[in-house]
């Protein structure tokens, strides 16, 4: 079995991300600029609860003083192929399509020389609704239709501009999944566009994740090349476009490594972190070697299969000495069977949040040893599911909060398939969060509050450091005020010789960082303030609830000279 034991994540952030309404010019932009018109927004965020509207407005400016042009105005549904590029396609015709939930103020309009227009966009979420929902306004120029250079007499190339619409619903229920589904690699000398703009050893490594969740997420990958004695050579990021991927669809994730590899047998650990509780993960083998004219041939597969497990994160709470068990499914969605490997492994999150896996991490905290997987090696048949009990044995000294991560490794039988499709792995987990008993503590500290000057054009940065001193995980939760000490002017006769007051600048609410900092951890809080200062004494003060009876405070002070 090509097992992955380790994966480090690329970086999980602890701000929110806000989901987005997206404009892209799908037509040909030199027959748009032709009419000299223009169209905003190009990007805009909408998130919706069940049950909540909103009104868009398109802006259609026509700079041409001299031509008024006519637009029809519709509804479309989008689809997503594999380089992240949005096709527009009838409306309807997709399962996520959010046409019903939309409606145009207008479906035809004129537009005259030196004037703007504005198309109201209305958007209703059915109650009960959840997860994303997707369509497009499209604004389709009427008078000025051109025919393409070059084309046969009955090809018409008609000016349009296409508004995709991107709607996050929020509900508890709403599911994120991504999964790596497929893995390939060329060089140069293979691929024509990458040996003309990187040479013939150029290596291009792509990564396809598939969306089964319930909406769209914003994929960051990265790529671990080892060497195949398992030994880390580099780390290289993977990205595609704007990251996203829409539920149902397939896109590559891709980077180019301009000098390539030299020849040799290689393995790389994929990460992909999407906002789930657990990043995607796979492990491949290819091998770079030497073909005709010294030029660089790669031998890799395409599939991965992608394994499921029915939960990403369980919360527990048992009493110390108890013996509990749990079930968990997993699934292979593939048509090939496949054999899995379980484990339980310690984890932690570093100081930046970041989900650090595997059997180098300290003990400390750790109910890895507590737990036995039954089965432990399997068979997991095609389109089928496999039940695995997980049962914990708790120590009777055993007290406070206790973690672990259940590894599933699956890869193929490989009688069942070609041994060119042999060489991965691809691994799900499922995150134990365990507190024993009742006699738990909260506590914390901040251990430091920094203030760094990070240039004349580029404002401050100012970082805390937050440290879980008690016996439980715990998830911050953040506000940052930024001060200036006045003192008022003193008066003719008259000295003023008190101490001043601290005036407020600006404040912050981060709201709760994205992932726990477990007992013993700690977390940067790190916050950037993209402008110039005036001159004078300050004050950053960091205020930090994380469940204890009274939030944190934390500061420090500093100069802004003249």
């Known amino acids: 079995m090509l097992s992955l034991h380790y994966l480090r994540g690329a970086g999980i952030t602890s701000t929110r991300i ?6 892209l010019v799908l037509a040909s932009p030199y027959t748009i600029a032709q009419t000299g018109f223009s169209f905003a927004p190009m990007l805009i965020t909408l998130s919706l609860a069940p049950g909540g509207s909103t009104v868009r407005n398109i802006v259609v400016n026509n700079a041409d003083g001299v031509r008024a042009a006519e637009f029809l105005v519709y509804l479309a549904d989008i689809t997503q192929g594999p380089d992240g590029e949005y096709s527009v396609v009838p409306a309807g015709s997709t399962s996520r399509s959010a046409v019903p939930w939309i409606k145009l103020s207008n479906q035809r309009i004129r537009v005259n020389p030196g004037q703007t227009f504005e198309v109201g966009v209305a958007i209703t979420v059915p109650r009960g609704a959840l997860g994303g929902r997707y369509a497009a306004v499209v604004l389709e120029l009427v008078e000025d239709t051109v025919r393409s250079q070059g084309a046969v007499a009955s090809s018409v ?4 501009v296409v508004v995709p619409v991107e709607i996050s619903v929020q509900a508890p229920a709403v599911r994120r999944s991504l999964a ?9 000398s293979e691929n024509t566009q990458l040996r003309s703009s990187y040479g013939q050893n150029a290596l291009m490594l792509s990564a396809e994740v598939s969306n089964d969740g319930d909406t769209h997420v914003f994929a960051r990958g990265s790529l671990i090349i080892r060497d195949n004695a398992g030994r880390r050579l580099r780390q290289i990021p993977l990205g595609g476009g704007r990251g996203i991927v829409l539920p149902g669809a397939s896109v590559a994730l891709t980077s180019v490594l301009p000098s390539g590899l030299p020849p040799g047998d290689y393995l790389g650990d994929i990460y992909v972190d999407y906002g789930g509780i657990m990043p995607a993960r ?3 083998a290819f091998t770079v070697s030497t073909g005709g004219s010294q030029s660089q041939e790669i031998q890799s597969f ?8 029915n939960e990403q994160v369980l919360h527990l709470n048992y009493p ?12 292979n969605k593939s048509d090939k069977p496949m054999l899995v490997e379980a484990r339980a492994v310690p984890f932690r999150y570093d100081s930046e949040g970041e989900l650090v896996i595997g059997d180098d991490q300290p003990s400390v905290g750790s109910c890895a040893d507590w737990i036995e997987l039954r089965p432990s090696v399997f068979e997991v048949k095609p389109r089928s599911r496999q039940v695995v009990r997980t049962v914990i044995s708790i120590p009777k000294d055993a007290a406070g909060g206790y973690y672990a991560s259940l590894e599933f490794t699956g890869s193929p039988v490989e009688e069942d398939w ?13 995150l134990i969060f365990l507190i024993v008993g009742k006699e738990t503590q909260v506590a914390a500290d901040i251990l430091c509050v920094d203030a760094m000057d990070s240039g004349n054009e580029l404002g401050w940065a100012f970082e805390a450091v937050f440290a879980n001193t008690g016996t439980i995980h715990v998830k911050p939760s953040v506000f940052v005020a930024i001060r200036r000490h006045v003192l008022p002017q003193s008066s003719e006769g008259l000295e003023y010789v008190g101490q001043g007051w601290w005036e407020l600048v600006n404040s912050a609410n981060l709201g709760e960082v994205a992932t726990y900092v477990l007992p013993g951890g700690t977390r940067t809080l790190r ?4 402008a110039r200062l005036e001159p004078g004494r300050y004050r950053v003060e960091y205020t930090v609830a994380y469940g204890g009876e009274a939030p944190l405070l934390g500061t420090t002070e500093f100069i802004v000279e003249p």
Request: cysteine-free.
């Open 320 to 331: 110390a000495g108890a013996t509990a068990a749990k079930a968990l499914v997993l699934e």
């Open 18 to 23: 806000a989901l987005a309404v997206v404009m």
């Open 282 to 284: 796979a492990r491949v």
């Open 180 to 188: 790596v589904t497929a893995f390939s690699a060329q060089t140069g």
């Open 302 to 309: 395409g599939t991965v299969a992608p394994l499921v497990v």
């Open 418 to 430: 070609g041994p060119a499709e042999t060489k991965w792995a691809s691994t799900v987990g499922t």
């Open 157 to 160: 190339l008609i000016p349009r």
């Open 527 to 530: 916050v950037e303030y993209p």
